[in-house]
Every structure is written in C-alpha cells, then in structure tokens.
C-alpha cells in the first residue's frame, strides 16, 4: 500500500460486494479498478483498503499487501432464491458497516458500488466520515420501484463529500460531483496489444448476464455472417445451450473466465466489439469494455445511446437489423480514439482529477 507518512492524508480504498463465481474466482471489474485506482493515488496519499479476499486475489499485488479482509463475498448463480438474494443484501450492509467500524481513515472512496450502497448511506448515513463515491451510472430510471430507488440515492448523496462519476454525461442533484473515466491508459499496458494485427472478427467479452441482449447478439451476426466469438461466464447454463442451438456455424461461444491477457489479446486483435447493452441501462451507464476498445483501436458496436452518452464513437444502431455485414465495412475515424487516449483517459490528468477529489477542492455544482 502507500507509504503510511503522517504528512500524508490516508484514504480508506472499500470494495464491500466481493462478486466472483463458485470457483471463488472474481467476476466484474473490482480487482482491476482497484489495482488502477491504487496506482493513481498511492504516491500522493497514504492507502488503507478493505475488500473480500477473492477480490485481493485478482487485484495487483500492490493494492493487496496489507490489506484489511472483509468477511462476507457474494456468489454470482443463474438463479438464486429470495433467501439468497436478501442474504447477499445482509451481507454487503456488514461489509460496508466493517469498514466503517474498522477503518482509521477520515476519507472513504467507495470505488465500486450499487444500490445498497445508497441504501445503507440512506438509512445510516456516513458515521462522521468524509464519502467519495464512484458512480458507473447516473441513477435509477423507469417505473415505481425504480423511482422510490432513486429517491434513496438522492438522499444518500447528501452524505457523500463528492461524486466521482464514469460518465462524462451523468449529473446528480445533491452532491458536488466530477468526471474521471473507469480505467486509465497507460502506453506501458496497452501499445503492445494494439500492435497485434487486427483479424477478421468481432467480439463480445465480459459476463454474460440477463442484461445482456445476448440473444439478439446471436440472431444478428447469425444472419449477417461476420465472425463473432463471445467469451464470458455464462451463470445461467440453459440459456447457453439455446444459445449454441441458435447460433449459426461463424457464431462461438465460450463459457469461461478470461485472463487479464487473454482477454486483452482477444480485444486487440478483433476489429471490432459489440456491446449488447439494454440501452435502457446501460444508456446510463459506464462500460470498462468500451473504454478499453478505444484504448487498442477496436471499433465499438452498440446502440447509439451507448456511445453517444459515453462520448466515444463506433458502430451505432437503433435495431439490431441494422447491423448487416455491409455497415461492418465503412471507413472509420481511427485518429479519434488516439485523441481520447491523449486528452480524456491520460494517467495523470486522473491523477491531478483524484488530487483535487481528496484534498476537498472540487465544489457545489
């Protein structure tokens, strides 16, 4: 961790849900942003993190040393009965309540989060403590529940010190707030792959849940006969055996968790990504996947509201009729994703975004 100087503020780093599968293998994005996130801020500030083990087991060796283990994880299934999902939910208040009762931090960035968070914030507020939050989306939207979900939230960040938010479109009504994407780009990580040579492909990698138009996906490129490989972990086994019934001869599907290298190999190599997010989440929210397609020139596929609120460009569409092998094939404009790289993603323009964050200079909105 950071060095533990008292001349340096030390920040409190809680990943509280410890996701993963029944290998005990890490699902999502946690260990990754919590290595990168360690590393923007480890020279200018003291570190304390808590998370479950399975995440300290796929972060960086760095963040993890000396870490604080939270007790309780969360196992991703198929399906899971109502006893089990408000046990996950019981379980996250305890993680989130550890950190709270454990930490010897002022400052907490809860750099992972979801509903419960809110919830918990909500109900219990911050116990005294300055709370950062990163946000991979701007709230909740569509009927009552949702509603009531979003009322929730706006209380909550009322006990937050700021907001980091993913998307550079998101805005919150009660908390200072200020953008800084999921992943920085380091050349260092990333310019090996992207001189892999580009092969005929498209890809779709990354869990493979119910959010997923995963069906669609299948449907499409069946049609349209541009190879497509899929790779993720499928929770729910029987949808991946109609999947495979469906799919036509050019259309792979792998039921797997990648590596970090081969999931960056894959991304590299491919022409192009699709992302088949349900625009009505994911039109909202932020995509690790889409970020890193601009950081190894891999043309982006998805519906225009996913692009256009993430403000990277790529191959957008209001139905999936619309991507046919002909589209596939139009001239794109490549030195964009350069310029992202240089100006929005840079390591150290995150790195001066976090300074200000932690040392309270980001103000009411």
Not at 287 to 299: C, P
């Amino acid at each position: 961790m950071g060095e533990n100087s008292s001349e340096k503020t030390l920040i409190c780093m809680a990943e509280y849900q410890g996701r993963c599968d029944e290998e005990g293998t890490a699902v999502g994005h946690a260990p990754k942003v919590l290595g990168a996130y360690h590393a923007l801020i480890k020279e200018d500030f003291a570190t304390e993190v808590f998370a479950p083990r399975c995440i300290l087991k796929a972060s960086t060796p760095e963040s993890a040393k000396g870490a604080k283990v939270l007790r309780y994880h969360i196992v991703m299934k198929g399906r899971n009965s109502l006893f089990t999902k408000i046990a996950n939910k019981l379980r996250m208040f305890a993680n989130i309540r550890s950190v709270f009762m454990h930490t010897k931090a002022d400052k907490i960035w809860f750099f992972n989060t979801e509903f419960y968070l809110m919830l918990y914030l909500a109900l219990f507020g911050n116990h005294g403590k300055e709370i950062y939050v990163t946000m991979f989306l701007d709230g909740y939207h569509g009927g009552m529940v949702a509603k009531i979900k979003q009322k929730i939230f706006e209380k909550a960040q009322k006990k937050m010190k700021c907001v980091i938010s993913s998307g550079p479109r998101f805005r919150f009504k009660n908390a200072p707030q200020v953008f800084m994407p999921d992943y920085p780009y380091e050349e260092a990580a990333y310019a090996a792959y992207r001189k892999l040579p580009k092969e005929e492909t498209a890809v779709c990698i990354g869990t493979m849940g119910a959010e997923k138009e995963i069906e669609e996906l299948v449907e499409c490129f069946t049609a349209n006969g541009y190879p497509l490989q899929i790779a993720g972990r499928f929770y729910d086994k029987e949808r991946l055996k109609k999947l495979r019934e469906a799919a036509g001869y050019r259309v792979i599907l792998r039921d797997e968790n990648l590596t970090g290298e081969e999931y960056l190999t894959m991304l590299a190599k491919a022409r192009f990504v699709v992302l088949p997010y349900r625009p009505s989440q994911y039109g909202t929210q932020t995509s690790g996947v889409l970020q890193e397609a601009v950081f190894l020139d891999t043309v982006p596929i998805s519906y225009h509201e996913v692009l256009e609120n993430n403000e990277v460009p790529g191959i957008g569409f209001s139905d999936w009729n619309e991507v046919t092998h002909e589209s596939l094939f139009e001239l794109r404009d490549m030195d964009a994703y350069e310029r992202l790289r240089k100006e929005v993603y840079s390591t150290e323009h995150m790195k001066e975004t976090l300074k200000k964050v932690f040392r309270n200079e980001i103000q009411e909105q």
